[in-house]
């Protein structure tokens, strides 16, 4: 079974920064690509950067796109999420989940196969 746990959530105010981990239980984890959505009671979940298996190259919603930056320590089997100018429309609760999604479906929910329960992102105007 794979868990996922992750932690770095929290307030802030417009402009702060914050950084997200996700460590995972699973074996191979350079093998496997992660990435990290979020959501609101308003919206349906919506990606925000994922990051491939084996060398990492990264993608970013152009929402969130030279604001934050993703990596991923294969040593440790963990994902980061560093996230810098925040805004008030980026609170959410921000999940990471894992899987072998092809290429064209990193930015699909559905093609994961694992997720975490979840933290609190609240950016203050």
């Known amino acids: 079974q794979v868990q996922l746990v992750e932690s770095g959530g929290g307030f802030v105010q417009t402009g702060g920064s914050l950084r997200l981990s996700c460590s995972a239980s699973?074996?191979?984890?350079?093998?496997?690509?992660m990435a990290w959505f979020r959501q609101t009671p308003e919206k349906e979940r919506e990606f925000v950067a994922a990051i491939r298996l084996g060398g990492g190259y990264p993608y970013y919603a152009d929402s969130v796109k030279d604001r934050f930056s993703i990596s991923r320590d294969n040593s440790k089997g963990t994902v980061y999420l560093q996230m810098d100018n925040l805004k008030p429309s980026d609170t959410a609760v921000y999940y990471c989940?894992?899987?072998?999604?092809?290429?064209?479906?990193?930015?699909?929910?559905?093609?994961?196969?694992?997720w975490g329960q979840g933290t609190q992102v609240t950016v203050s105007s």
């Open positions: 989940a894992v899987g072998r999604p092809i290429v064209s479906s990193m930015r699909t929910p559905s093609s994961y196969n694992y």
């Open positions: 699973v074996r191979a984890f350079s093998g496997y690509s």
